[in-house]
């Protein structure tokens, strides 16, 4: 473990198994350090959000994160008021210019068996179906994703972390991330193994497996994957 990560203090949730574990921040921290990463999109947004900030702050570090999930989680609030924020109501963005972050709401939305293979196979989105607020916390959703706009992603990103929504409809994140990754872009992919996302991935995008981590003494669920695109 490198010095820069010894003074880090991790938030709460990264030792829960709700949030992304300490294990998987401190790749994070290690890919940071090269200074190659300079474009950070995050699908799911949370503990994981908070860390980023709060380590980017400390050492004044040049990278940009744009995180998408369909609430704001609470412990960016301190970090978003320290920093300042506007509001883009129009967009439904949240934007602090100030540390390069923004945070775009997006509601959850649904597809159907054929519309979900059809948007792996390529085709258009369809509009499927705004996901009931009871159903937030499936975590076994199925074909849910993020309610991407067509202009929401935007260039080429140097990190993508997914770690959003539940279920078997992350991997939607892929198709979005078709042209909007280039050779060394590293995809980390939590509890990858739950459903085939590095399958998924691979149909999609060409990359190769970094690593590919359980950790059941942590949380008999939990694992992680890094990618990296070739």
Same mark, same amino acid.
């Given at each position: 473990m490198s010095v820069i990560v010894n003074k880090l203090m991790f938030p709460p949730a990264c030792f829960t198994g709700m949030g992304l574990?300490?294990?998987?921040?401190?790749? +994070?921290?290690?890919y940071l350090q090269t200074g190659n990463i300079k474009k950070i999109v995050e699908f799911g947004s949370g503990s994981s959000t908070e860390f980023l900030l709060t380590f980017k702050e400390m050492y004044n570090l040049?990278?940009?994160?744009?995180?998408?999930?369909?609430?704001?989680?609470?412990?960016?609030?301190p970090i978003l008021e320290r920093n300042g924020s506007t509001l883009d109501i129009a967009n439904h963005n949240i934007i602090s210019n100030s540390i390069n972050f923004v945070f775009k709401d997006r509601h959850l939305? @649904?597809?159907?068996?054929?519309?979900?293979? @059809? +948007?792996?196979?390529?085709?258009?989105f369809p509009q499927g179906e705004t996901l009931v607020e009871k159903e937030h916390d499936n975590f076994r959703s199925k074909n849910v994703f993020y309610n991407i706009k067509k202009d929401d992603l935007d260039g080429y990103y140097d990190m993508v972390i997914l770690d959003g929504p539940n279920g078997n409809g992350r991997s939607i994140a892929f198709r979005h991330l078709v042209d909007k990754v280039r050779p060394g872009t590293k995809i980390i992919v939590d509890d990858y193994h739950h459903y085939p996302f590095i399958e998924d991935c691979k149909k999609l995008l060409n990359v190769n497996i970094i690593?590919? +981590?359980?950790?059941?003494?942590?949380h008999r669920l939990h694992g992680y994957a890094i990618l990296e695109v070739v």
């Amino acid at each position: 473990m490198s010095v820069i990560v010894n003074k880090l203090m991790f938030p709460p949730a990264c030792f829960t198994g709700m949030g992304l574990c300490h294990n998987v921040l401190r790749d +994070i921290v290690g890919y940071l350090q090269t200074g190659n990463i300079k474009k950070i999109v995050e699908f799911g947004s949370g503990s994981s959000t908070e860390f980023l900030l709060t380590f980017k702050e400390m050492y004044n570090l040049e990278f940009s994160v744009e995180s998408y999930d369909h609430m704001l989680f609470e412990g960016l609030m301190p970090i978003l008021e320290r920093n300042g924020s506007t509001l883009d109501i129009a967009n439904h963005n949240i934007i602090s210019n100030s540390i390069n972050f923004v945070f775009k709401d997006r509601h959850l939305v @649904q597809y159907t068996d054929e519309e979900y293979s @059809q +948007i792996m196979n390529g085709s258009d989105f369809p509009q499927g179906e705004t996901l009931v607020e009871k159903e937030h916390d499936n975590f076994r959703s199925k074909n849910v994703f993020y309610n991407i706009k067509k202009d929401d992603l935007d260039g080429y990103y140097d990190m993508v972390i997914l770690d959003g929504p539940n279920g078997n409809g992350r991997s939607i994140a892929f198709r979005h991330l078709v042209d909007k990754v280039r050779p060394g872009t590293k995809i980390i992919v939590d509890d990858y193994h739950h459903y085939p996302f590095i399958e998924d991935c691979k149909k999609l995008l060409n990359v190769n497996i970094i690593k590919q +981590i359980n950790l059941p003494d942590f949380h008999r669920l939990h694992g992680y994957a890094i990618l990296e695109v070739v």
